[in-house]
């Protein structure tokens, strides 16, 4: 019985202690997104342009940059915005005509496709 409680009592510390570690190390483990990408090159650029344009209206409303100087970064960082919205519409329609180009290539392939012929229909 003094075995048990003396193996209880060393055990139960172990435990509290080992599963913070043991449930980062776990959390750790994730798949890292993948960075190189065009998406995620245009969220970068995206969230470039916003922040641009939030800092130049901090900079108009603060003082720090004239009306002109104002209008320009305004129109650098909308110019920016729009390339990325223009890029990442591209890149759908790019998506939607590879899907509708497999989808046509596996349609051909398809053996249910093939039209019967006159010589296959009078085998049945």
């Known amino acids: 019985m003094l075995v048990l409680a003396a193996i209880i009592i060393s055990v139960v510390p172990a435990i509290l ?19 190189s990408s065009l998406y995620a090159d245009l969220e970068r650029r995206w969230e ?11 900079e ?7 009306e002109s100087d104002y209008l320009w970064l305004k ?8 390339m990325v919205l223009k890029a990442l519409e ?3 329609e790019d998506e939607k005509s590879l899907i509708e180009q ?5 349609e ?3 053996p249910n496709s093939f039209p019967e012929s006159d010589q296959q229909k009078d085998l049945n």
């Not at 470039?48 to 901090?58: C, I």
């Not at 108009?60 to 004239?66: C, P, R």
């Not at 497999?102 to 596996?106: F, L, M, Q």
């Open 17 to 35: 202690i080992a599963y913070p570690i043991i449930k980062k190390i776990a959390s750790n483990k994730s798949i890292p997104d993948d960075e």
């Open 48 to 58: 470039s342009a916003l922040e641009g344009l939030r800092h130049a209206e901090l």
């Open 60 to 66: 108009m409303s603060v003082g720090n940059v004239d």
């Open 75 to 82: 129109q650098v960082h909308m110019t920016e915005a729009a």
């Open 90 to 92: 591209i890149s759908v």
């Open 102 to 106: 497999i989808s046509k290539v596996a």
């Open 108 to 110: 051909i392939v398809s």
